[in-house]
Nanobody, 121 residues
Protein backbone atom coordinates (compact mmCIF):
# COMPACT_ATOMS: atom_id res chain seq x y z
CA UNK A 1 0.00 0.00 0.00
CA UNK A 2 1.30 3.46 -0.98
CA UNK A 3 0.30 6.85 0.34
CA UNK A 4 1.08 10.05 -1.55
CA UNK A 5 1.30 13.35 0.26
CA UNK A 6 2.78 16.82 0.02
CA UNK A 7 0.70 18.42 -2.69
CA UNK A 8 -0.75 21.88 -2.48
CA UNK A 9 -1.34 25.24 -4.10
CA UNK A 10 1.78 27.23 -4.90
CA UNK A 11 2.82 30.10 -7.13
CA UNK A 12 4.91 29.68 -10.24
CA UNK A 13 8.60 29.37 -9.40
CA UNK A 14 7.99 27.70 -6.06
CA UNK A 15 9.09 24.27 -4.90
CA UNK A 16 7.24 21.32 -3.43
CA UNK A 17 8.33 17.93 -2.16
CA UNK A 18 5.97 15.01 -2.53
CA UNK A 19 6.30 11.91 -0.41
CA UNK A 20 5.36 8.34 -1.16
CA UNK A 21 5.15 6.22 1.97
CA UNK A 22 4.86 2.45 1.81
CA UNK A 23 3.53 0.16 4.46
CA UNK A 24 5.52 -2.80 3.23
CA UNK A 25 8.86 -3.72 4.71
CA UNK A 26 9.80 -4.99 1.24
CA UNK A 27 9.76 -1.40 -0.05
CA UNK A 28 13.50 -1.51 -0.68
CA UNK A 29 13.04 -4.18 -3.35
CA UNK A 30 10.61 -2.08 -5.41
CA UNK A 31 11.29 0.53 -8.05
CA UNK A 32 9.23 3.69 -7.66
CA UNK A 33 7.69 5.68 -10.46
CA UNK A 34 6.00 9.06 -10.36
CA UNK A 35 3.21 9.91 -12.78
CA UNK A 36 0.80 12.79 -13.17
CA UNK A 37 -2.55 13.42 -14.72
CA UNK A 38 -3.87 16.82 -15.63
CA UNK A 39 -7.57 17.46 -16.27
CA UNK A 40 -8.61 16.12 -19.65
CA UNK A 41 -5.23 14.51 -20.27
CA UNK A 42 -3.84 11.02 -20.02
CA UNK A 43 -1.62 9.95 -17.18
CA UNK A 44 1.98 10.71 -18.04
CA UNK A 45 5.38 9.61 -16.80
CA UNK A 46 7.29 12.05 -14.60
CA UNK A 47 10.26 10.06 -13.32
CA UNK A 48 11.44 6.90 -11.64
CA UNK A 49 14.06 5.63 -9.24
CA UNK A 50 15.34 2.08 -9.20
CA UNK A 51 15.13 -0.16 -6.19
CA UNK A 52 18.80 0.34 -5.42
CA UNK A 53 18.49 4.10 -6.03
CA UNK A 54 21.33 3.88 -8.53
CA UNK A 55 19.35 4.88 -11.57
CA UNK A 56 16.85 7.65 -12.08
CA UNK A 57 15.12 8.85 -15.21
CA UNK A 58 12.86 11.78 -15.95
CA UNK A 59 10.52 13.09 -18.58
CA UNK A 60 12.08 15.80 -20.71
CA UNK A 61 9.58 18.34 -19.40
CA UNK A 62 10.86 18.02 -15.83
CA UNK A 63 14.39 16.61 -15.95
CA UNK A 64 16.15 19.87 -15.16
CA UNK A 65 13.75 20.77 -12.34
CA UNK A 66 12.67 17.58 -10.57
CA UNK A 67 14.66 15.02 -8.61
CA UNK A 68 13.69 11.73 -7.00
CA UNK A 69 15.21 10.15 -3.93
CA UNK A 70 14.32 7.38 -1.52
CA UNK A 71 14.97 6.45 2.06
CA UNK A 72 14.55 2.70 2.37
CA UNK A 73 14.90 2.85 6.14
CA UNK A 74 11.75 4.99 6.22
CA UNK A 75 9.99 3.11 3.38
CA UNK A 76 9.54 6.46 1.65
CA UNK A 77 10.33 7.96 -1.73
CA UNK A 78 10.36 11.65 -2.56
CA UNK A 79 9.72 13.78 -5.60
CA UNK A 80 11.40 17.18 -5.24
CA UNK A 81 9.87 19.68 -7.65
CA UNK A 82 11.58 23.00 -8.26
CA UNK A 83 10.74 26.01 -10.43
CA UNK A 84 7.15 24.87 -10.80
CA UNK A 85 5.06 26.22 -13.64
CA UNK A 86 1.29 26.20 -14.24
CA UNK A 87 1.90 23.36 -16.73
CA UNK A 88 2.91 21.18 -13.77
CA UNK A 89 -0.61 21.37 -12.36
CA UNK A 90 -1.94 17.82 -12.04
CA UNK A 91 -2.69 15.00 -9.67
CA UNK A 92 0.59 13.28 -8.90
CA UNK A 93 0.76 9.55 -8.23
CA UNK A 94 3.54 7.33 -7.02
CA UNK A 95 3.62 3.70 -8.05
CA UNK A 96 5.71 0.65 -7.25
CA UNK A 97 6.89 -2.33 -9.24
CA UNK A 98 9.28 -5.12 -8.59
CA UNK A 99 12.58 -5.35 -10.38
CA UNK A 100 13.61 -2.73 -12.92
CA UNK A 101 11.82 0.62 -13.18
CA UNK A 102 9.86 1.61 -16.25
CA UNK A 103 8.23 4.59 -17.92
CA UNK A 104 5.13 2.51 -18.66
CA UNK A 105 2.42 2.98 -16.00
CA UNK A 106 0.92 -0.34 -17.02
CA UNK A 107 3.90 -2.14 -15.53
CA UNK A 108 3.31 -0.82 -12.02
CA UNK A 109 1.30 -3.03 -9.70
CA UNK A 110 0.79 -0.69 -6.75
CA UNK A 111 -0.44 2.90 -6.74
CA UNK A 112 -0.93 5.70 -4.29
CA UNK A 113 -4.19 7.60 -4.14
CA UNK A 114 -2.68 10.72 -5.69
CA UNK A 115 -1.97 14.20 -4.39
CA UNK A 116 -3.08 17.41 -6.07
CA UNK A 117 -0.49 19.96 -7.15
CA UNK A 118 -1.78 23.29 -8.37
CA UNK A 119 0.55 26.01 -9.63
CA UNK A 120 -0.83 29.49 -10.10
CA UNK A 121 0.68 32.00 -12.51
Amino acid sequence: QLEDSGGGLVQAGASLRLSCAASERTFSSYSIGWFRQAPGKEREFVGFIGWRAINTNFADSVKDRFTISRDNDKNTAYLQMNRLTPEDTAIYYCAAKSSQPSRDPGEYAYWGQGTQVTVSS
